[in-house]
């Protein structure tokens, strides 16, 4: 067998156990409990955790999560965050080993990307492909715009939302969550560092809170005549394509086309980066971010406001 596909079928193996489907149901105008859509997940920790999307459980009178080999449990559901696109579940499961979390900021683009999942009720299907771009801004089934996005050409289809994008070494790096109707190869998953960075509060208390700024970004490599010029550190950074209408970054004087490169003087390379940093705590007080306009450098004060639904 050649070298690719044996990459892929231990890949795979690694995660099986945890990849799961995801039944919804709601109640119908006779009052039974009627299926109303499928998607996927994965669990990530010991104690029956599991990772999916918030579009694939949101209003779900009920939840049922189904194993490969057929075992099926009642999911409660633990917290969610529509503005991710992100929701954790929990089930009374043992039997099965939890994904392995890898580390999104260290992708580069064209590297093995493996999607698994569910698509329209097939179970437990694998397709692959390469990451495509990094850092990209996706408007979400929520309408509000996502950030620190994984594209892929890995192939998605309705009901692959939910499940888990790996690595060659079977590591989740991401969430698959979206599909661009009328295109082909362009697919996209919630990076595994945004996911792991929201886990905690959602486990605690059912949501997340943020800071927002309200700008669309893509993640960049910057050339080394660029670092030296201005004397960077940094490898990547973010590259501004949009400052939203009205949002903290328009009113601070962000313009299209500025690279951050730093917040607070802290280096800031990802996406997932930069989401980190934009605590609850940032939420209405004065921060500063630097940016390189041109050929200047600046550093423009901005105040983040909270992000709600």
Do not use: W
């Not at 449990?73 to 979390?101: C, N, R, S």
């Not at 509060?201 to 660029?226: C, D, H, S, T, W």
């Not at 939420?283 to 909270?306: A, C, D, H, W």
């Amino acid at each position: 067998m050649d070298n690719y596909s044996e990459t892929i079928i231990q890949a795979t193996e690694k995660v099986s156990s945890a990849v799961v489907k995801i039944e919804r149901y709601n109640f119908d105008k006779t009052k039974k409990l009627s299926p109303s859509g499928t998607g996927s997940g994965f669990l990530f920790s010991s104690d029956g955790y599991l990772f999916t999307n918030s579009h694939v459980v949101h209003n779900a009178d009920q939840l049922r999560v189904v194993f490969e080999d057929g075992r099926a449990f009642i999911a409660e559901l633990t917290g969610e965050d529509p503005l991710t696109d992100l929701a954790i579940l929990k089930i009374d499961a043992l039997d099965y080993k939890p994904a392995k979390l890898g580390d999104s900021d260290e992708l580069k683009v064209g590297q093995m990307a493996i999607a698994i999942g569910n698509p329209l009720g097939f179970q437990y299907t694998v397709t692959a492909g390469v990451i495509s771009a990094l850092g990209r801004s996706l408007q979400g089934t929520s309408g509000v715009t996502m950030d620190g996005m994984i594209q892929t050409d890995a192939a998605l289809n309705p009901g692959n939302s939910g499940g888990p994008l790996i690595n060659s070494d079977g590591e989740i790096i991401g969430v698959n969550t979206a599909i661009i109707k009328g295109a082909q190869g362009l697919c996209f998953a919630i990076s595994i560092n945004t996911a792991k960075s929201i886990a905690n509060q959602l486990i605690r208390f059912g949501k997340f809170r943020r800071a927002y700024i309200g700008v669309n970004m893509q993640q960049i490599e910057l050339v080394p005549k660029l670092k030296t010029i201005h004397g960077l550190k940094n490898k990547q950074a973010l590259f501004v394509t949009k400052v939203e209408r009205n949002g903290p970054a328009m009113k601070a004087g962000l313009l299209d086309g500025d690279i951050i490169y730093a917040f607070n003087d802290r280096q800031v390379e990802t996406s997932d980066q930069l989401f980190k940093v934009l605590t609850e705590d940032k939420i209405g007080q004065f921060q500063y971010i630097n940016v390189i306009r041109g050929s200047q450098k600046l550093e423009i004060r901005i105040t983040p406001v909270e992000r709600g639904d």
